[in-house]
């Protein structure tokens, strides 16, 4: 350990950016502390992926017993009070666990707002610490529309803790969170209407993909509402009229799901001269800051690699091993599984489908109608698609689906993109049948 800092590493932050990496350090000896402002955890398991997807999963059991056409009775109504009460009760212990955790792997914890003094000096709270090495892995906050009645609006947070299903509600935003929340509530028994700013949902995945998830949202009940402006959200006796350029809507809850900022402000990042823009924290290709000492991890970096929870893992494990001295190459980003958790899902991995149409000298697209599949009848699916991409030599690099189970068969194909398998090594895989595994080898054809 340094004799002349505090610390030798010190993050700012306690999210996964920070916590997936921070036990590797202290398991070789280096002295590690981690500051956070808010809660321990951050968004992911408070607010993020775990909340939501506890209180999706009663979404989904609506649908497939919906789905099963009388042959499991009942209606299936959703209690949303309850279901928000136990997404509570598996939400709540993951601070004081997760600080537990790394108390346990002798990280030092402090709570405070975390501010750059100098390069390896912080001011956290009441404290100032120092450190050799510092890692900014401060995440992201919701963008808040400006407009008149802002005050109205909600954002992902308080949604996820929202206690009643209000009769109507309209969500601003058609990307992955504003789409989740809309088709969970719209299980509930919510009348929902999304309003997109453009014609496009979902930047990022294949236009006629997204095109058929929405059709399927639309044939559930959901609206969607193209080519919006949102100028102005009104009280009114019952609620809400959010104002737009295609007409007012009316609404009991409105949820502003128009994007995600990174969490630079206020951090002293000018004044040390740690270089960010509108995406992020700018790093070279060893997530080094222009302050070689400082690195960044997780939602907060500008990079064009989907901001998810696995991906700020990869970062934060990636930069233990940089400071133990145990990798010294460029980071190599694998394949990173993405997927949207409405019903049907759509996921994708790998080579994307755009860049495989626009390069047909490099890859091979292989269209499937995943129906053709007689497991999808079991639990009652009524239609779906996947592309799966090949390059000249015969190895899967990339996939797309739509369907109720596409993010199991990208989990299930992730080892073979990234390792490039072949068809014949997939051969290998004797798996468990019938099951969604068996099928996404099945898939490939
Ligand atoms: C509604 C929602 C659903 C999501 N669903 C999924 C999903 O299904 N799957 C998935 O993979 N990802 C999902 N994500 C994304 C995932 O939550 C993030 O990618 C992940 O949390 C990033 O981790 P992080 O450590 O970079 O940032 P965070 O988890 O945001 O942690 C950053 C921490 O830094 C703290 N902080 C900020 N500034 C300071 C400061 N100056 N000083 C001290 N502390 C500070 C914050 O309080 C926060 O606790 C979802 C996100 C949202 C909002």
Known sequence: MSTTYDYDVLYLGAGHGAFDGAPMLTAQGKKVAMVERDTFGGTCPNWGCNAKIALENAASLRRELKASEGIVEGSGAI??????????????????????LMEGANVDVFFGDGRFIDAHTVQAGDKQLTAENIVIATGMHSHRLNIEGAEYLHDSKDFLSNEEAPEKMVVIGAGYIGLESAAMMQAAGTDVTVIMRGDRALAGFPADYVDKLLAALEAQGLTFVKNANTTAVEKTANGYTVKTSAGDFEAGYVLDATGRIPNTEGMGLEEVGIDFDKG???????????????????????????????????????????????????????????????????????VSLAEAKANPDKYDVVESDVMADWFRLVDYEKSGQISTIFNKQGQLVGVVELSEHAEDIVNALLPAIEFGYTKKELRRLV????????SALGDLG
């Open 431 to 438: 798996t468990i049948f019938p099951t969604i595994g068996y």
């Open 280 to 350: 992020g924290i700018i790093t070279n290709d060893h997530l080094q800051t222009s302050l070689p000492n400082v690195y960044a991890t997780g939602d907060v970096l500008h990079k064009d690699v989907p901001k998810l929870t696995p991906t700020a893992t990869f970062e934060s494990q990636y930069v233990a091993d940089q400071i133990n001295g145990d990798d010294k190459e460029a980071i190599d980003y694998p394949a990173i599984g993405t997927n949207v958790f409405t019903t049907p899902r759509l996921a994708q991995a790998g």
């Open 79 to 100: 209690n949303w009070q309850k279901n928000v009460a136990h997404k509570n009760d598996i939400v709540k212990v993951f601070p004081n666990a997760l600080q537990g």
